[in-house]
């Protein structure tokens, strides 16, 4: 079975062709922040323009680099939410129509359950059920997966996102949009023996996260130091370091408390270096392994959507012809693939 898959949630146009028997077939991305750098953050109606410019162009660049024809299509998967409402429309239509045009079934694919599937498009993929840590720009969540389609969620941020806290972190130092891997960087330059941060909600039981109170530390330690290079790369270096032991030490509290020891990092923070080393020394400390799915894949990219759409196509699972877009769709209301039955 052949699927097409189309990502447009939030400030990317990703397209794939994922094929049961072949694998992934091929994979475009176009990535919009050139066009949002300039305010700062992604501005949800110009995502949603971009997209429409940019999704028929890359379908053909797909097609062509892949090269087949679009007859081969068995069947379309598009990402109809969570995300900014405009852009998923955008994707949603287009994918929506083709399955329509091409006489093919469509499915609508969780944002989250992409992104939660992405390690399984690699050539060891690991085996169910796993633990996995989603972080990115708009999420932080620990979840229990047992299986496409069974999520169980362990914990959440309460308020900001890792990736969140990284961008506005590094705003408050200058840092250029997108601000996840310049502060990063910057970190690489900074001493960790002379700032200490706090590790949010480690003190307590449980496995939720809160990132606000860490980004207003960092602006408040900023704001009493001399504004000098050498300082910015303290603050950055400070901020990663407590930002990746709050998510390993939680990390390890979830493996211990289900026992098991596979886990996935997935999301667009999981492409953090420190955070990578350091989630692979606890996995392997706790008798596991931690998996991580291709940098291009923990990013937003048409491949993971491409797979779990086929995973529920596969499965008898599709739509009606109705255009569907949520911007909000809880991850644990999700359903096994299977036939959808409408009421
Ligand atoms: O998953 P993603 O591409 O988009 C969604 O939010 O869905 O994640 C983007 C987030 C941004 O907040 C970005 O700053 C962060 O991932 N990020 C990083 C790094 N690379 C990307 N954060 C820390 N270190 C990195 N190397
Ligand atoms: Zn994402």
Redo the contacts with the bound molecule.
Sequence with gaps: MLVLGIET??D?TGLALYDGDCGLLAHVLYSQVELHADYGGVVPELASRDHVRKAIPLLRELFRQAGIDAGAVDGVAYTAGPGLIGALLVGAALGRSLAWAWGVPAVAVH?LEG?LLAPLLDAEPPAFPFIALL?????TLLVWVGGVGEYRILGESVDD????A??KT?KLLNLPY????A??RLAEQGNPDRLRFPRPMTERPGLDFSFSGLKTFALNTWRSLEPSPDNAAAVARAFEDAVVDTLVIKCRRALRQTGIGRLVVA???G???R?REHLRELAVAEGGRAYFPRPEF???NGAMIAYAGYRRLLAGQCDDLAIRATARWPLDSLQPPGPVVQS
Excluded: I, K, M, Q
């Excluded at 972080?135 to 999420?139: D, E, L």
């Excluded at 997108?178 to 891997?181: E, H, V």
């Design positions: 949630s939030c990317e944002h992104h972080v990115s720009g708009g999420h996102a890792a990736g969140e990284f961008d590094a997108p601000g996840g891997p502060l990063a999301g667009g923070v492409a953090n270096r955070l923990c990013t937003d």
